[in-house]
């Protein structure tokens, strides 16, 4: 229901986030529920809080899909936030958030993420995976972001994540599109080589169109890059399986033109499924 939606935005800030609730004002600016769909597909809610105290003032933003918090963005506006208890250190603080995340949200896979904390030097730009999760942390002056992404045999899915920020000693970001998205397929069946020929062939018979005229003739000199990661097209419509939160293995063939055609253009980007070709 709405209304819990929007207790929920404030629940989150309260017990999980962990802001002095009590000493602020907070006024729902902004509502707005269905017809709004995430990527065309799940029914989103967005609640937008305006927190305001003598010492602070704060703007949240969050988004919720199917009932279930998917992203929050607080901005400090004045100030700095109230919170229950002092800052710690961002691991201690992203270990103290997830834990009490899953008691809120009852996610297994919080309890994975938050047990690839243990034993990490908190200054430190990080990698480390720990069966299909890989946990990537970045660490600049005043921020700090730690984010787990699914992967098979190597390849990742970025979408299917969860990022936890802090910046300055309070969270700035957190998103939860891990439960949303689902894995289509892990065959890998097209190697990189194959992959490479499919997309040539594909591009002998491309064209596009410039000022109503159509561009076919171009020179191709090579593959600049070519990348394998789960993925879907973004759209219901032109998506796989007509749902985009369904992820495949794909690989994406940069190939390169000898000079600017029409249009800009110097080069193709072109998507190739790895498990079907």
Do not use: H
């Not at 065309?40 to 609640?47: C, R, S």
């Not at 109230?82 to 961002?90: E, H, R, S, V, Y």
């Not at 939160?245 to 055609?261: E, H, N, T």
């Amino acid at each position: 229901e709405s209304s819990d939606v929007r207790s929920s935005a404030v629940y989150v800030l309260e017990e999980v986030v962990g802001l002095d609730i009590a000493r602020y004002s907070t006024d729902l600016e902004f509502y707005a529920q269905a017809p709004f769909l995430y990527f065309g597909v799940l029914p989103q809610e967005d609640v937008k809080y305006i927190l305001e105290s003598n010492e602070s003032k704060l703007t949240v933003i969050s988004a919720f899909v199917t009932g279930k918090l998917r992203s929050m963005k607080i901005y400090v506006n004045d100030g700095s936030p109230l919170t229950t208890k002092p800052a710690t250190t961002p691991i201690e603080m992203a270990k103290d958030f997830l834990e009490k995340y899953q008691t809120y949200s009852d996610a297994s896979y919080y309890s994975i993420m938050r047990s690839m904390l243990d034993n990490l030097e908190g200054d430190k730009n990080i990698t480390k995976t720990s069966e299909n999760i890989k946990l990537e942390v970045t660490v600049t002056k005043s921020y700090t972001s730690f984010r787990w992404k699914y992967v098979f045999n190597s390849v990742e899915a970025p979408s299917k994540c969860v990022v936890v920020e802090f910046e300055n000693g309070f969270l700035d970001y957190f998103i939860d599109k891990w439960s949303l998205c689902t894995i289509g397929s892990t065959d890998l069946n097209i190697s990189e080589e194959e992959a490479i020929e499919i997309a040539m062939n594909a591009a002998e018979n491309y064209s596009w169109n410039v000022s109503a005229r159509a561009v076919t003739e171009f020179n191709i000199v090579g593959v600049s890059e070519t990348t394998l990661s789960f993925g879907n097209y973004p759209t219901k419509n032109e998506s796989r399986g007509g749902d985009p939160l369904i992820l495949y293995p794909g690989w994406r063939v940069k190939l390169y033109f000898d000079k600017l055609y029409p249009g800009n253009v110097y080069g193709l980007d072109i998507g190739v499924w790895a498990d079907t070709g």
